[in-house]
């Protein structure tokens, strides 16, 4: 059985969690979020129960369709957001900070949008979002691929805004879901970044020439992604 008390790291509390929040999800960044969404809606649609891992003011958990909709957020100022929107927006999102608060087979599909990163214990995690699948239910993560060519990756920095704990590849990454009992499905790097500096190309001349920009974008900065989608086998290996 999973541990029932997960870690969480610091930095997404208090003072320095406002700010990161603050600085992280401005409305400039919703049109860069909703592109990547794209990767989340093949597995969604209005007849399944989805939850997302690091939902932070719930835009993508929003903008996808859904019968039940529940967010994982341990960032108080993120949580309060959401709240606010879903007020707002007359829309329901079941909060919670920790995937413990979920009961048992829950849920058809979960998505995690660069949370993974960020956690302090990926696989007890990982084990959580098995136990609150139903038996064949979705498992869809997108993390950075934090390319060493890229010169923020090469020297720690201690106020790095970004604060990823763990670096990912398609191995290590297919590795550690399988190893969390989960069965892989398909495992890829996409060469996909966005900016809010290019948002201006979506509005101006739409997403064909915004997804060159992305594409362009990744090249430049070496800035990729790690899509991994798996299942939750019917048969399971232990007991909750």
């Known amino acids: 059985m999973p541990n029932d008390k997960l870690r969480i790291s610091s930095h997404y ?21 909703l592109f990547q969404s794209r990767y989340f809606q093949p597995y969604c649609d209005r007849d399944i129960d989805l939850l997302d891992f690091g939902c932070a003011d719930g835009f993508i958990l929003r903008s996808l369709p859904a019968r ?3 967010g994982i957020e341990v960032n108080p100022a993120a949580r309060q957001r959401c709240e606010e929107l879903c007020l707002k927006e007359n829309t329901s999102i079941e909060l919670h900070d920790t995937l413990t608060c979920v009961e048992n087979e829950a849920v058809d599909t979960i998505i995690s949008n660069h949370c993974l990163e960020h956690v302090p214990n990926p696989m007890e995690n990982l084990e959580h979002m098995k136990r609150c699948l139903r038996p064949r239910g979705y498992l869809v993560l997108v993390v950075p691929f934090d390319d060493w060519r890229n010169a923020q990756h090469r020297v720690w920095q201690p106020n790095n805004k970004d604060h990823h704990l763990y670096t990912w590849s398609p191995m290590n990454l297919g590795n550690m879901v399988s190893e969390a009992g989960f069965q892989i499905v398909s495992v890829s790097l996409c060469s996909q970044a966005w900016s809010p500096k290019i948002i201006w190309i979506q509005r101006k001349m739409g997403d064909f020439f915004f997804k060159i920009a992305c594409r362009v974008l990744s090249i430049i900065k070496n800035r990729r992604e790690v899509l991994l989608v798996a299942r939750k086998p019917c048969v399971q290996s232990c007991h909750y």
Do not use: A, M, Q, V
């Open 13 to 33: 509390l208090g003072d320095s969690g406002k700010k990161y929040f603050e600085d992280g999800f401005k409305k400039e960044s919703e049109p860069g979020r």
């Open 68 to 70: 039940r909709r529940i």
